[in-house]
């Protein structure tokens, strides 16, 4: 019987990168994980597979994040069929990089959506079967650029640091419910995002971390975990950071 035996989790953009690490984790911890996706199926159903073969409980959600009809409506067919969301993680995310004078609004307007918005869609949907049970933890994935900023993501950056003080906020309304809400700011972990970019680029922030190497998955998804266990009830509203020394902020 793992620490998170009889909980169940929903993690937002769950079939790749940095949310199938921390479902695989919260499965090994005996969480009900639910991985939710949009277009990485073939990821998303392999990781199901992977997760029954250590005997954990996985279920596939697909929905866009940014779309605030198709949430309620498939929290509400979770709710049905599983039963309360203990554990959300939200995690989903994409970059949509240019120079800020070169940026097009769709672009600036479908990072803030699918980064920033779906963390309300999603949260607001969820938080009411929290508040049932008076007890509930809420993980929001940021990143590093949210404190350093980063040429050509102005909007992945806005959005990013936006999580921040919506986590902050949140965490005060829910406390008295025994909800915690915090955020975990990675830095660079190799990820499906980072691995197309050009060498020079990867070189150049190699050389910015003290700890010399990229971050892994697992690394990010192993603080997730504690945070979503009983270990972290006296820890919210605060942000932490794993990013090899990079933002020491």
Known sequence: MGELSGKVALITGAGRGIGRAIAYELAKEGAKVIIN????EEKAKSLVEEIEKIGGKAY???FDVANFEEIK???KEIEKEIGNIHILVNNAGIVKDALFLRMKEEDWDE???TNLYSVFYVTQAVLPMMIKERWGRIINISSVVAFTGNPGQTNYAAAKAGIIG???ALALEVASRNITVNVIAPGYIE???TAGLPEKVKEAF???IPLRRTGLPEEVAYLATFLASEKASYITGC???VNGGLYRG
């Open 37 to 40: 996706y949009r277009k990485s």
């Open 60 to 62: 596939l959600a697909k």
């Open 73 to 75: 409506e498939k929290i």
């Open 111 to 113: 990072v803030i959506k």
């Open 166 to 168: 919506f986590s902050k």
């Open 191 to 193: 990820t499906d995002m």
């Open 206 to 208: 190699l050389q910015q």
């Open 239 to 241: 942000v932490f950071h």
